[in-house]
């Protein structure tokens, strides 16, 4: 994968997966967009949430992914991520638009229809975690179902701006620190 293909995938799964979370939520319901984004707590305790329940997430998965049962796993993710070597802005950028977009279609208009659960599945398994060929690909893959359902939790109860920040928190952690692993093993150069 190139950066750009990244950024491409980034932006358009932004746009594709908001417009169709809208769309789906617009025609079928139960619930608007903004009702979801509006939530049951004000923005700042959804924002404050959403950065410790990401926060924490993000830091348990890093730590999980470095135990030696999953080092395998950790480096599958750090060849495709490392090599792009993305910086700061982009490692924000990414994780936005995956955050914002995914976030809109899975828990905001495909969580009401198939609850929290199903859709913590559903999602995963589009991620590619849950592999029947490789068993710590699955186990990790358990463990983010776990970490989706509470984000799915956090957007029925606090509002779907919670999950989102959470969602682009955790990225932010994984995605930097894939980055330094690859570059701290292949040139010791610090991330920008």
Same mark, same amino acid.
């Given at each position: 994968?190139?950066? *750009?293909?990244? &950024? /491409?995938?980034? #932006? $358009?799964? %932004?746009?594709?997966?908001?417009?169709?979370?809208?769309?789906?939520?617009?025609?079928?319901?139960?619930?608007?967009?903004?009702?979801?984004?509006?939530?049951?707590?004000?923005?700042?305790?959804?924002?404050?949430?959403?950065?410790?329940?990401?926060?924490?997430?993000?830091?348990?998965?890093?730590?999980?992914?470095?135990?030696?049962?999953?080092?395998?796993? *950790?480096?599958? &993710? /750090?060849?495709? #991520? $490392?090599? %792009?070597?993305?910086?700061?802005?982009?490692?924000?950028?990414?994780?936005?638009?995956?955050?914002?977009?995914?976030?809109?279609?899975?828990?905001?208009?495909?969580?009401?229809?198939?609850?929290?659960?199903?859709?913590?599945?559903?999602?995963?398994?589009?991620?590619?975690?849950?592999?029947?060929?490789?068993?710590?690909?699955?186990?990790?893959?358990?463990?983010?179902?776990?970490?989706?359902?509470?984000? $799915?939790?956090?957007?029925?109860?606090?509002?779907?701006?919670?999950?989102?920040?959470?969602?682009?928190?955790?990225?932010?952690?994984?995605?930097?620190?894939?980055?330094?692993?690859?570059?701290?093993?292949?040139?010791?150069?610090?991330?920008?």
């Amino acid at each position: 994968m190139t950066k *750009r293909t990244l &950024f /491409v995938l980034a #932006i $358009g799964s %932004l746009v594709v997966f908001t417009v169709l979370g809208w769309g789906i939520m617009a025609h079928f319901g139960p619930v608007t967009l903004t009702n979801s984004l509006q939530g049951g707590a004000p923005l700042p305790m959804q924002a404050g949430l959403g950065l410790m329940v990401g926060s924490v997430v993000g830091f348990l998965a890093w730590n999980m992914v470095n135990l030696p049962f999953f080092r395998k796993t *950790r480096d599958f &993710f /750090v060849d495709i #991520i $490392g090599p %792009l070597k993305l910086n700061w802005t982009e490692v924000v950028m990414v994780s936005c638009c995956a955050g914002i977009g995914e976030e809109i279609l899975f828990r905001g208009a495909v969580q009401p229809h198939l609850g929290i659960v199903w859709t913590s599945i559903l999602f995963v398994a589009l991620h590619g975690y849950l592999n029947p060929f490789d068993s710590r690909m699955t186990t990790y893959g358990l463990f983010m179902i776990l970490a989706i359902c509470l984000l $799915g939790w956090v957007a029925v109860k606090y509002g779907l701006i919670t999950a989102i920040v959470a969602h682009t928190v955790i990225d932010v952690i994984l995605l930097y620190l894939l980055t330094r692993t690859y570059l701290t093993k292949t040139e010791d150069v610090p991330l920008e």
